[in-house]
Structure formats: structure tokens, C-alpha cells
């Protein structure tokens, strides 16, 4: 009877550890509707949105409601990051697609027209520390909080840090490792922070 009980016990250890592996599995390869089942009041989803391995969506509360949209054909690679703090919206449009690693950090506005292309790396944030009253520390002061716009058709390089307030148009090409903190406008080509922008190419 022994021996019995465990193989038995055995058996259903076995079978606990392929459920959990499948789950792992299920959840690996269809993160989209993971986060969607997780967060049913704050995401609203397009169809054919696609999230590779080690991206995630992470919903701060602090007793306030985020909002997250992502169009149709929006497909992100490996490690990218998606993080709403507070009473905040992002806004993804159609057909776009974050290579390797890009964060956007949202704790106002953020939106992102159709057709764009991030390079690997690509960090989005509308917001930045409050640093001025010396007698606190950085970390207790709080945030500055904005919004950032980008447009239809642009193409942001590998290592682009996008700050808060920014507004970029359509058609815009930004090379790699740029940080942007003023707004650019439709049609112009942005080689590295010194030059500006340095082209119209339409």
C-alpha cells in the first residue's frame, strides 16, 4: 500500500509540474492576452498585437485608474517595458514596432502615432524629478510631470532617451543616441544633439 501511495504522490507531482510549466509556457507566448486578462479595465488592445519573451506591463496604484490602448499590428521584442504610475494614459497607435529593450515610463501623457520604427534601447518618459529644494532629498520630492507626442512615420535610433514635453511630428528620423528634450518638428532629420535638427527631407 505504500509503495502505492508513493508512486501516487509521484504521479501527481509529475503532473503539477507540467501544469505549471504549461501555464509558464501559455503565458510566455501570449503576453498580450496575459496582461489583458490581468489588467481587464485598463487595457484595451487591437487586434495582432505582439509581445516577445521578458516584455511586460507594470500598473502602479496608488488608488487612481491607468490607461493603457495599443492599435492593431503593434509588435514589441524581447525585454521591453511598459510602466503607468498613477491617474496616467499611453496611447499606441497602429503598425508600430519597439525593438530590444525600449521602456516607455508614463505617469501623465504619452502617444505614439502609427507606422513608427524604435531602435533597440529607445526610453520614453513625460515626466523628471523635482530636484530644487535642497533640504529634501531628490527622492521624496516628487515629479515634474508633462506629456510627450510622437507622430506618424518616424524612425527613433538605437539608444534615443526621449524626455517630457516633447512633441515630435510626423515623418521624423532621429540617429541613434540622441537625447531629446526640445520638440521637433514634421519632416526634419535629427543627426545628434549637437547639429539639431540638421535636414528637411520633404
Known amino acids: 500500500m505504500r509503495k502505492y501511495l508513493i508512486k501516487i504522490k509521484q504521479v501527481l507531482k509529475n ?12 503565458i510566455e507566448n501570449n503576453r498580450a492576452a496575459y496582461y489583458k486578462f490581468l489588467y481587464p479595465r485598463q487595457i484595451d488592445f487591437g487586434q495582432g498585437v505582439m509581445m516577445a519573451s521578458g516584455t511586460s506591463i507594470l500598473m502602479v496604484y496608488e488608488n487612481k ?7 492593431s499590428a503593434t509588435n514589441f521584442r524581447r525585454f521591453c517595458t511598459l510602466t503607468l504610475d498613477g491617474k496616467c494614459e499611453l496611447n ?6 519597439f525593438n530590444n529593450g525600449c521602456s516607455i515610463n508614463c505617469l501623465g501623457y504619452v502617444k505614439i502615432g502609427n507606422y513608427n520604427l524604435f531602435g533597440e534601447g529607445v526610453k520614453i518618459y513625460d515626466h523628471n ?14 515629479f515634474s510631470i508633462g506629456k510627450v507626442e510622437i507622430g506618424n512615420n518616424c524612425w527613433v535610433g538605437s539608444n534615443t532617451v526621449i ?40
Open 15 to 26: 503532473l503539477l509540474f507540467m501544469l505549471v510549466k504549461w501555464c509558464l509556457n501559455f
Open 65 to 71: 485608474i491607468s490607461s493603457l490602448k495599443i492599435g
Open 92 to 97: 499606441i497607435g497602429n503598425n508600430n514596432f
Open 129 to 142: 524629478h523635482l530636484f530644487r529644494d535642497k533640504n529634501v532629498l531628490v527622492q521624496n520630492q516628487g
Open 163 to 202: 524626455l517630457n514635453n516633447v512633441i515630435i511630428g510626423d515623418n521624423v528620423i532621429i540617429g541613434a543616441n540622441n537625447l531629446i528634450y526640445k520638440s521637433i518638428p514634421s519632416n526634419s532629420i535629427v543627426k545628434s544633439n549637437t547639429h539639431g535638427v540638421v535636414d528637411y527631407y520633404i
